[in-house]
Structure formats: C-alpha cells, structure tokens
C-alpha cells in the first residue's frame, strides 16, 4: 500500500504562487509515477502534471506549461507543484495520485492506485 498527502492549498492572488506537496508514505519503491490532477464540481478530473519517481522525467498539460513546475524530492518521499500566475480558473481541488505500473496512459486518471484527499486552491480575482 502506498498513501499520499496533499499539503499547500489555499487562498491566493491572481497573479500569485502556491506550491503543492505531495508526501507519500508506505511501499513508497513500488511508485513508478506521481501525477498531479485538478476537479471542478461538475466536470472531469484534469490532467495537470506528471513526473517519473526515479527518473525525474516530466510532463504537463499543455494550459500549465511555463507556469506550474513538478519535482520530487526522492529523499523526503516528496512531489512538489510549484504554481505561479494562478488565474481564477485554476480554481479547483488538486489532487495526487501515485501510480505503480509502468506505460503510456500517466495522464489518464485511471492510471493511478492511489490517490489523496485532496486539497483546495481558490484564487481570487
């Protein structure tokens, strides 16, 4: 079993930063992938961002390239979202999800095993 945490959601800006945290904990060597996902009441789960656990390789939704960053800390079991020019339609509950297989489908939201609470990021206008 694998659990993940989110951390570092709240209130900001338009214009403004926030950094997500996602902590994992448990057989934390059987992660293959961590992805990052965002849902608005009412609609699907949205692919954000993705990283590899060992490689570090990275992937993004093309609407949050050049302005969210994913990292990992291998160290303290640690995926990071950096956000920077929040928009209010960043407005959402994000998600973590920790994946153990290996293929092509990370930013499917089936792809993944486990999952986090979640935690919301609101940003005002």
């Known amino acids: 079993q694998v659990q993940v945490v989110e951390s570092g959601g709240g209130l900001v800006q338009a214009g403004g930063s926030l950094r997500l945290s996602c902590a994992a904990s448990g057989r934390t060597f059987s992660i293959s992938t961590v992805g990052w996902f965002r849902q608005v009441p009412g609609q699907e789960r949205e692919f954000v961002a993705t990283i590899t656990w060992n490689g570090g390789n990275t992937d993004y939704a093309d609407s949050m390239k050049g302005r969210f960053t994913i990292s990992r800390d291998n160290a303290k079991n640690t995926v990071y979202l950096q956000m920077n020019s929040l928009q209010p339609e960043d407005s959402a509950v994000y998600y973590c999800?920790?994946?153990?297989?290996?293929?092509?489908?990370?930013?499917?939201?089936?792809?993944?095993?486990?999952w986090g609470q979640g935690t919301r990021v609101t940003v005002s206008s």
């Open positions: 999800a920790a994946g153990t297989e290996f293929g092509w489908r990370t930013r499917n939201p089936s792809f993944y095993k486990y």
